[in-house]
């Protein structure tokens, strides 16, 4: 049982982390900058850059 509650756990760890990336893309998409995206998101400025290298 605490095994289970450990991987659902661990999957909506694993949701939200993508759901803050897909956030950050589209601010980043809308030209908000990554000082704003990285308050709204809780990610780092490095993480932020990464991805806007990557668009």
Do not use: C
């Not at 993508?18 to 956030?23: D, L, P, T």
């Not at 000082?35 to 990610?43: E, M, N, R, V, Y």
């Amino acid at each position: 049982m605490a095994r289970m509650r450990g991987a659902r756990e661990d999957g909506l760890a694993e949701g939200e982390a993508k759901g803050r990336i897909e956030i950050a893309k589209n601010l980043l998409l809308d030209g908000i900058s990554g000082d704003i995206i990285a308050k709204a998101t809780g990610l780092s400025l490095d993480e932020i850059e990464r991805l806007s290298s990557k668009e």
